[in-house]
């Protein structure tokens, strides 16, 4: 029994240590400080542009602590009898589910106000990449062509074009809460696995506590042990 607690325990951190590099090489290949990170083609224009603009610094910040927790595991799994450690990433791993929770609720918060917040982020895009979006989402300008003006490329070719095919503001803010749906929900799974981990943390210390409660009963009555 108690190996198959340690056993789970072990998975649960194993898994916990990939959340931490997949967030962490997320928050890294999307930052937009990074070179060469503006938009490269018409088919990645959008999720490109919408990555960029998550918390990628609390990504950053979340993966930190999480290789934190963990690194503060190995101890507790080595030292079989030892529960300090365990407790300590117990604590830790509140902190990494409360980051985790943030970030999660930001960007779901973010979703709630899509359509105002992307005529921002729009308006702050040079003309290619507006073009790699119109050529994207086969419209021209974001709330029609004219607010802003539309950028001339292979799919907007005239005014004429321009109004037929309409502004960008529905199809783009429709693919923006597809996506950031699916970031967010990442997030909150991620809250799920670091509460698990925290429930099995507390069963190895249990688990350990009453081991070590037999073997002080045994040693009192002088028993060879258990």
Partial sequence: MANKVLLVYLVLDFLFLCTGGLVLAFSLIF??????SGLTTKTDAASSLLLQTTPLSGGIVNAAFIFVAFLISLPGILMSKNRTWLRIQSWALVVCGLISLILGLDIWFSTLKTRSNLAGTWGLQPAHEQSLLQQQFKCCGYLDFTSPPFVTDNTCTDDQVAALLGGCAAPFSAFANKLLDIVFTAMFGMVALNA????????????????ERYRLIDAKYGSRGI
Avoid at 31 to 36: D, L, Q, S, Y
Avoid at 196 to 211: G, P, Y
């Fill in 196 to 211: 698990l981990l925290f429930l099995a943390a507390i069963v190895v210390l249990k688990d350990r506590q009453e081991k």
């Fill in 31 to 36: 930052n937009p400080t990074k070179a060469g």
